[in-house]
Structure formats: C-alpha cells, structure tokens
Nanobody, 119 residues
Framework: QVLLMESGGGSVQPGGSLKLSCTVS?????MGWFRQAPGKEREGVAS???????YYAEFVRGRFIISKDTAKNTLDLQINNVTPEDTAMYFC????????????????WGQGTQVTVSS
C-alpha cells in the first residue's frame, strides 16, 4: 500500500519561490503533482517515472522542477517565480505503471497542501 503526505505549502508573494514535498511510503512507478484552483478542475502539473523521465504541463514554462530525494523518500516540486494563477491546492499522486499527466495513471492521492500567492 502506497501512502503519500504533502508538505511545504503556504503563502508566498508573487515572484517568490517555494518547495513542496511529498513523503512516500511503499513502491510506485509514477509519481506526480496535480493542482486544483478554486472553481476549476484538477490539472496535472508535473510527474516523474521510476526511470527518471519527467513530464511537465505547458503552463509550467520552466518555472517548476520535479525531483526525487531518495534519501528522504520524497517527491519534491520546486516552484519559482510564482504568480497569483499558481494559487491552488496541490496534490501528490502515485501510480503503478504508466506515467504522464493523465489522472487515470494515478490511483493513490495525498490530502493536498495549499499554496496561496498574493501580495
């Protein structure tokens, strides 16, 4: 059984940076980050396969970096140059096989961590 727990959310000013972490227990192949803004559908942000392939949503535009810290068993998401449009609940997700940004690839979800961008 895979368990996920997100951390690192909070309030940040436009142009700032923050790092989200997802602590993982159990084996999984694909891991990713999704987000859901108020009144909007959940959308994929970035994911990473067990082999190290990375997938990013187009809106990331080089501002987000997904990585794994094997020593800490975490999946991290570095978010740089944040904008108010990045305000959302961010969810960590895990899937056993295929990898990408489709929700159907993921069968385990964390509770989410809130990111709020405002001045």
């Amino acid at each position: 059984q895979v368990l996920l727990m997100e951390s690192g959310g909070g309030s940040v000013q436009p142009g700032g940076s923050l790092k989200l972490s997802c602590t993982v227990s159990g084996y999984t192949n694909c891991m990713g980050w999704f987000r859901q803004a108020p009144g909007k559908e959940r959308e994929g942000v970035a994911s990473m396969s067990g082999g190290g392939s990375r997938y990013y949503a187009e809106f990331v535009r080089g501002r987000f970096i997904i990585s794994k810290d094997t020593a800490k068993n975490t999946l991290d998401l570095q978010i740089n140059n944040v904008t108010p449009e990045d305000t959302a609940m961010y969810f960590c997700a895990a899937g056993p096989r295929s990898c990408g940004l489709y929700e159907r690839y993921f069968n385990t979800w964390g509770q989410g961590t809130q990111v709020t961008v405002s001045s």
